[in-house]
């Protein structure tokens, strides 16, 4: 066995270790060495180089990786540009371990014994075939031969359930897992730099969609392509005026089947894909910063339109407005609410926030602040999607808030789901308690609007009633008496 002070030899030690034939013993011993040396992977690399340099050796050492002993990056694509040239089949996968193991990437030398520990459990499975990427985290395993999807798919399973055993630790076992994407050659590109971007695109797409192992397919690269357009277009859109992007109004009616106020819902109608729907951009604005300056139109805009339906007589009128969790987060925020309201010239009576309760409980002492400030400005707050987060009593006491948006998916089902009728008329009678205004959102048929009319809801927003409509739409609802068809309780 390698001995700490003897000149060291990575090849001995492994060969050493994969003596024992028992798997589990194998790793034992692995592990047990690693940890007498008291995980110092750090001056076994020293040790390492030494070695490789005193050889003259210089070349292997610039072509692996220090740490895991792989060929690097650049040995990868050289091989890959090889293969290519040869013309004959081979398929590439591209290994991430996971968020288990991106928690314990910090302790440095206790993350580099199990990544050692992993490549050697993969090469168990595929031999020599394992390169290093740029990312200490991620590998790639190159293999020659014409195999089938389902082959690939089943070595990479096998991979899989190998890297995800235990690992002992002095606080417990600790089990990690990867996700995986794979190409083929020739089938996923002719040249390897396509063969690697579609490798990144499947690997990335998989680990959006909870799939650990998944194959590149054209519909992922198209999808990932219309996703990168989607980002740029968005970006460019916000920057240069906000071209092709406007709002609607849903009315939320009372239960004498009057409107008091709205929702302000933005739409972008993209030139080439056409409307694409609010949950697939605001994610990306919120990502790129661009929810700022977005934020601040929407605002400016809903207080624009509202300023025109209550000179046509509506004084009482509100209009309701989405923030992002991101955009509720912002320091900024209270300043910019009071620009807009002095701009559209309006008070801050008639405008509501819709906030998630996520949003809140993120930074809950400073949103809770920031929420009373907001409240001193006469602004009205609503629980948006209520039921879906922490709906515990006793943090909604804490807060200054107006209204309880009932989620739509406790509604949808409502006239046949008795548990959600049960939750629906539990959540009415306990925001009755705490003087809480509520709204029940997504009704769609006379049935749900029945039943909560009925059990005393305050206000119906839905399809039932009305889409959500243009302003001028808006505005003609107001002028025929601001009365909806379908009116209050059966
Ligand atoms: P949300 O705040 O829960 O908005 C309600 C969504 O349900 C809206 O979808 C609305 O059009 C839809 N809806 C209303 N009534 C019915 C109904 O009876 N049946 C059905 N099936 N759907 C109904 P939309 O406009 O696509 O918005 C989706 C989400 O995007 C919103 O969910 C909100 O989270 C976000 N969003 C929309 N506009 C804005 C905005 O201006 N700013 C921010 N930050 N987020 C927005
Ligand atoms: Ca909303
Ligand atoms: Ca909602």
Redesign the pocket.
Known sequence: MFKQNSSFNPQEFITDILKESDPVKREEKLAAELVRMGFEIDGLTERLKQEIDTKGELEVLLKTNPDTNLPIYRVLVQRLEEMVEKGEAFWIAQLRLDAVYQRIKNQRDRSKALLFITTLRIKRIIGDTLYQSDRLDEFFILMEGDQTSNSIARILSSIEKNIELPHEGPAGDISFGANMGFVRFPEHGGKPSELLTNLDTALRHGAGNRKRIIEFTQVIGDAYDRQLRIETDLHRAIQSGFENFY??Y?PFVDSKGLICGC?????WKHPEYGMI???HF?PIAERNGD?RF??RW?LYK?LMALRAWRTQGFPDLFVS????PV?FLQRDLVTSIQDALASADVPGGCLKL?I?EGAIMSEPVESIEKMHTLKHLGIRLSI??FGTGYSSLNYLRKLPIDTL?I??SF?DDIASNIQNQEIVKAILAMAHSLGIETLA????DSLQKDFLWKQGCKYI????YS??VGEPEFAEYLDKGAILAGGGPA
């Open positions: 709002l609607v849903q929702e302000s819902l933005i739409r729907p609010p949950p605001i929810i977005f934020g929407i809903s407005v989405n923030l992002s955009q819709e998630t948006d999607d948006k989620d739509k509604i959102e997504g009704v769609e927003q839905g399809y039932y889409k959500p």
